[in-house]
């Protein structure tokens, strides 16, 4: 009777169907075949965000200094901006994914080719710095493709139309005048652009940014006088790195500017640079103070 339970039991695992593999067309124009990754390194924290959103944290092995969200424990393999090839190959992955911007940068212009060249898998995602929202939600359904959770996704983009609505109820009704100023301690500041994930929260939020360019300049009194801000928004990280906002009021021009004569400095989550899938909740948290400072 054993005997005949084991030969029964073979032959209906064998009858299972196995696991089928699925073609992912990454942002570089390259499609990737997977069959059930198992073993993921995942580059730039909003790609571990994204999966754990779907439920697929047990998959990631590896990522970058990052991915510390929403788990400080996954392996690093160094900085974002320099990645080093041997590093990640000896995770041994069975894909690595990664961000267009993060792949991009100097140090990483061949990352791509010397992992696929050693045989392993790369799915490029679009870039983490621009698309806003929309640009998520592309990468949320790119990731879903490949652990074939579209039910997941679907939720997932669900409950940030959601959010979204609750943000557009809370903006301010005069858009208050903003600028981002990423500082790494009280002599060594810039103002940030139109363009990148600080940009998408100011505008998302219901502010206006008022920085005349696109990329990032050094901070001067001058210039920041020049733009005189209503609001000035900071990350956690950088209002501590210049001791707090008595410290920020002692920078170049800030005193000078109405944010600094009324002290309204607002703080960020760290990761804001790059856009990912809590910037619904961060543009809601921000629209709230700004309803209640700015109300007229």
Do not use: C
């Not at 695992?13 to 089928?20: I, Y």
């Not at 992992?115 to 790369?122: D, I, P, Y």
């Not at 998408?200 to 206006?208: D, F, H, Q, S, V």
């Amino acid at each position: 009777m054993y005997k005949n339970f084991k030969t029964a039991l073979v032959l209906s695992l064998a009858l299972l169907p196995a696991a089928s593999a699925v073609s992912v067309k990454g942002a570089d124009d390259v499609t990737v075949n997977v069959t059930n990754p198992k073993r993921v390194v995942a580059l730039n924290g909003t790609t571990v965000e994204l999966i754990y959103r779907l439920g697929k944290q047990n998959t990631v092995v590896g990522t970058d200094v990052t991915g510390t969200y929403p788990a400080n424990k996954i392996p690093s393999v160094g900085h974002w901006a320099q990645l080093p090839a041997e590093g990640i190959i000896s995770l041994k992955p069975d894909l690595v994914i990664g961000t267009a911007d993060n792949f991009a940068t100097p140090k990483n212009a061949t990352l791509v080719q010397q992992l696929r060249g050693a045989g392993v898998k790369v799915l490029v995602l679009p870039a983490t710095d621009t698309g806003g929202l929309d640009g998520v939600k592309t990468r949320l359904n790119l990731l879903a493709q490949v652990y074939g959770v579209p039910s997941a996704a679907n939720a997932l983009t669900r409950s940030f139309d959601t959010t979204l609505a609750a943000v557009k109820a809370n903006r301010p009704k005069v858009a208050p005048r903003v600028i981002f100023l990423y500082a790494h301690s009280p002599s060594d500041a810039s103002i940030y652009g139109t363009e990148g994930g600080a940009n998408e929260l100011i505008e998302l939020a219901g502010g206006r940014n008022v920085a005349p360019f696109k990329d990032t300049k050094t901070l001067t009194a001058e210039a920041l006088v020049a733009m005189n801000p209503d609001a000035i928004i900071m990350l956690n990280r950088g209002l501590e790195s210049v001791g707090g906002l008595e410290g920020a009021l002692k920078m170049p021009g800030v005193a000078q500017t109405n944010a600094g004569k009324n002290k309204r400095i607002y703080t960020v989550d760290n990761s804001i640079r790059w856009i990912g899938p809590r910037l619904p909740e961060f543009a809601l948290k921000l629209a709230r103070e700004w309803k209640k400072d700015f109300a007229r």
